[in-house]
């Protein structure tokens, strides 16, 4: 059997915008946006995982919050968690996606509307919709 894998997406937030990352890979899920990520590596924690994998997707340095509400998992052996970031250094820039933008609550609720968010993230786009919509 193959070890499990811990994927951590990061809710990076500015104010009212959240960061989302358009995807360039796979091909089924190519062009559509997600909040970026990556596998956690053997000894890391979440938390660093997600610090390692915004500064190689982004280059930014960011300093990691709460977890958000749901894990998404999507086969046996695969979990996604997402968690809230703030960027402390740096600006974003896609060096594996395809384009970087921010959102506010509005235009991540029409990404959502127009099936534009990769389908894993959809509950967590949800929860940032309500959640931007207070800020
Ligand atoms: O980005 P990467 O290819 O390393 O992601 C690993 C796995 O997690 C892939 O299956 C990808 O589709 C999934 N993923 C996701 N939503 C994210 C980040 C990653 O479904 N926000």
Known sequence: ?????????GAV??????LVAQRDYPEEVAGLWE????KVETGESPAEALVRELCEELDVVVSVGAALHDAVRPKPGLTLIAMRAEIVS???RALEHRAVRWVDSAELAALVEAGRMVPNDLGWAQEMVAELRTK
């Open 1 to 9: 059997m193959t070890d499990p894998v811990l994927v951590v997406a």
């Open 13 to 18: 937030l500015a104010g009212h915008r959240m």
């Open 35 to 38: 909040l970026p990520g990556g």
């Open 90 to 92: 740096g600006t974003p």
